[in-house]
Nanobody
Framework: QVQLVESGGGLVQAGGSLTLSCAASGSILNVHDMGWYRQVPGKQREWVAAITRGSSTSYVDSVQGRFTISRDNAKNTVYLQMNSLKPDDTAVYYC????????????WGQGTQVTVSS
């Protein structure tokens, strides 16, 4: 059984910083691409950032230069460092990973709330 467990969400003032973590555990042979998405009520889930196993990164334009995605392959963990946070960044953040266990599947974390006050 593979699962992703997120941590690090919370309440922060505009201009502040937060770091999200997401650790994969279970019967894992390999972890390919990992990423972060976010969702606000009534809207579709939005892709935020992605990182390959070789640490190539990509970002949605709205967070470019403010967010940094990284990973620790030894710990099967992905991070999202969020700086200069804005109220528009308020959302539930979900991590996603393509994991090879008994099968190769996409997995999702349970979500963590990030709230940025103005």
């Amino acid at each position: 059984q593979v699962q992703l467990v997120e941590s690090g969400g919370g309440l922060v003032q505009a201009g502040g910083s937060l770091t999200l973590s997401c650790a994969a555990s279970g019967s894992i042979l390999n972890v390919h691409d990992m990423g972060w998405y976010r969702q606000v009520p009534g809207k579709q889930r939005e892709w935020v950032a992605a990182i390959t196993r070789g640490s190539s990164t990509s970002y949605v334009d709205s967070v470019q230069g403010r967010f940094t995605i990284s990973r620790d392959n030894a710990k099967n963990t992905v991070y999202l460092q969020m700086n200069s946070l804005k109220p528009d960044d308020t959302a539930v953040y979900y991590c996603n990973a393509r994991i090879v266990g008994t099968r190769e599947l996409d997995y999702w974390g349970q979500g963590t709330q990030v709230t940025v006050s103005s």
